[in-house]
């Protein structure tokens, strides 16, 4: 059984920085792609950052393109997200994915919850 836990998460002023770490279990991680989405109160859940198998590819929504970094380690079945400038606006509970054979987002972690004081 495929197994993600998110952690680094908290409470940081407008500017700082954090750094999520998402261990995965279960399976070959460096077989699939992988992905942050969060969710903020009241909406939906969105896509954040995505990293291929390799690490070779990456993807970033436009929010967060140049203040955020998606990165693997794929000797340590983990996946991370760096985050840098945060804004309040980047107040969510982030979710660590993991893509399946049918290169969908099956796997899902728990969430941590991020927030972003001004």
């Known amino acids: 059984q495929v197994q993600l836990v998110e952690s680094g998460g908290g409470l940081v002023q407008a500017g700082g920085s954090l750094r999520l770490s998402c261990a995965t279990s279960?399976?070959?991680?460096?077989?699939?792609?992988m992905g942050w989405f969060r969710q903020a109160p009241g909406k939906e859940r969105v896509f954040v950052a995505s990293i291929s198998w390799s690490g070779g590819n990456t993807a970033y929504t436009d929010s967060v393109k140049g203040r955020f970094t998606i990165s693997r380690d794929n000797a340590k079945n983990t996946v991370y997200l760096q985050m840098n400038s945060l804004k309040p606006e980047d107040t969510a509970v982030y979710y660590c994915?993991?893509?399946?054979?049918?290169?969908?987002?099956?796997?899902w972690g728990q969430g941590t919850q991020v927030t972003v004081s001004s």
């Open positions: 994915a993991a893509k399946g054979p049918m290169m969908r987002y099956d796997y």
């Open positions: 279960g399976r070959t991680f460096s077989s699939y792609g």
